[in-house]
């Protein structure tokens, strides 16, 4: 009983960790308005494209587990 009491313990401080982060990460906001502003921003389209299919996958597949009614 007591591991169960210890996870559920380290679940609560998880919980609590993740909560205490920001959404908008202020300082990652302010050096990419830095860059753009001084023209040195560029993205790599394939990079782009290949995380867009990686996530368009995640959902495919996260979709496909779950339960029907």
């Given at each position: 009983?007591?591991r169960?009491?210890r996870?559920?313990?380290?679940?609560?401080q998880?919980l609590q960790?993740?909560r205490?982060?920001?959404?908008i990460?202020?300082?990652?906001?302010?050096e990419l308005?830095?860059?753009?502003?001084?023209?040195?921003?560029a993205?790599d389209?394939?990079?782009?494209?290949?995380?867009m299919?990686?996530?368009a996958?995640?959902?495919?597949?996260?979709?496909?587990?779950?339960?029907?009614?």
């Amino acid at each position: 009983m007591g591991r169960i009491l210890r996870k559920d313990e380290c679940m609560l401080q998880l919980l609590q960790v993740v909560r205490e982060i920001p959404e908008i990460r202020q300082e990652k906001v302010r050096e990419l308005k830095d860059r753009i502003g001084k023209g040195r921003y560029a993205v790599d389209a394939d990079e782009l494209a290949g995380r867009m299919l990686e996530e368009a996958l995640a959902e495919a597949l996260h979709r496909s587990r779950k339960p029907r009614h």
